[in-house]
């Protein structure tokens, strides 16, 4: 796997808030990504959720923390695997595009720390998780919820 970090881009037709809320509260998130027992907008506040590989046979626990917040625009934390090596990072960034329309860029960066011998952590792996998380899955929960 080479290090190029992964980048998404999705144009929502929601204001930046609304946009925000859904990335940031843990009620909503539960609803469109994962179901975090806590969750807080605070450097160092770290949080984990169980995630399953694409065919729901093997979990993982998925450990974070929190490590950049700018209100209402970017939002980045560490993600790793418990009982695995390698570390990586989510960023979420938020730019109004007019005043119904944010445009999300999600980067995954660090995936190369990750073990190689295994397809659980193939690149492409991620990128069809992330399509499914923003291209499916919060453009629904958004578009329900205006």
């Not at 450990?63 to 950049?68: A, L, P, S, V, Y």
């Not at 938020?94 to 995954?108: C, I, P």
């Not at 792996?125 to 578009?143: P, R, S």
């Amino acid at each position: 796997m080479n290090n190029q970090p992964l980048v998404f881009e999705r144009v929502y037709k929601a204001p930046i808030e609304r946009v925000w809320k859904a990335i940031t509260d843990k009620n909503e998130m539960k609803e469109w990504y994962f179901d975090l027992n806590d969750f807080k907008l605070e450097v160092g506040f770290q949080f984990e959720f169980i995630g399953c590989d694409k065919d729901s046979t093997k979990k993982f626990v998925h450990k974070c923390e929190i490590t950049e917040v700018i209100p209402g625009k970017k939002l980045t934390y560490s993600w790793r695997y418990d009982g695995y090596p390698g570390n990586s990072f989510v960023t979420f960034e938020l730019v109004k595009k007019d005043e119904n329309g944010t445009l999300l860029r999600l980067t995954h960066r660090g995936l190369e720390t990750f073990p190689m011998d295994t397809l659980d952590f193939a690149k492409n792996n991620f990128v069809e998780g992330w399509n499914k998380i923003l291209g499916n899955d919060l453009t629904n929960y958004l578009a329900k919820t205006e």
